[in-house]
């Protein structure tokens, strides 16, 4: 799984899956090119919608839409795409194993990536929502168990 260890001066110091905000009228598919493109230095082709769960952060809720992608080109050393203030915030990014996902201070929360590993050895049967998230200052709450429910 390819993760990124991001430290902006708001949140602290935790790796996340790769991702941003899309741009008004940008399909999702572009915005998932163009943002692991900018984070991660990979070009990717844009695969099946896996996941989704709402950040709740005080009176703003995000939807988070999860995706599989496969790496065709580009490398993890190109921080091109990035600002200069971004390229602050971004630690390091890298494929993780299983152990490391559930050892590492991670957003969403460990649970979560318990699910994804599972579903993975199980060929990704369904889309699934995971649920809704809230930050308590330290880390995201889940409003969920691990076991999610499938988007029907």
Not at 1 to 22: A, C, K, T
Not at 47 to 58: E, T
Not at 108 to 113: A, L, S
């Amino acid at each position: 799984m390819l993760m990124v260890r991001f430290n902006p001066p708001e949140e602290g110091d935790h790796w996340q899956i790769p991702g941003g905000g899309s741009e008004p009228s940008e399909p999702l598919s572009d915005c998932l090119v163009r943002e692991l493109r900018e984070e991660t230095g990979l070009v990717v082709q844009p695969g099946p919608f896996r996941y989704m769960c709402h950040v709740v952060d005080g009176n703003i809720i995000r939807p988070h839409i999860y995706f599989e992608a496969t790496a065709i080109g580009g490398s993890l050393n190109n921080f091109g795409g990035m600002t200069a203030e971004e390229s602050k915030w971004f630690v390091e990014r890298r494929f993780v194993e299983r152990s490391e996902t559930l050892e590492i201070s991670a957003s969403p929360q460990h649970g979560i990536w318990s699910r994804v590993w599972d579903d993975r050895d199980r060929g990704f049967p369904e889309t699934v929502y995971l649920g809704s998230f809230t930050w308590n200052g330290a880390r995201f709450v889940s409003s969920l168990n691990p076991e999610s429910k499938p988007i029907p």
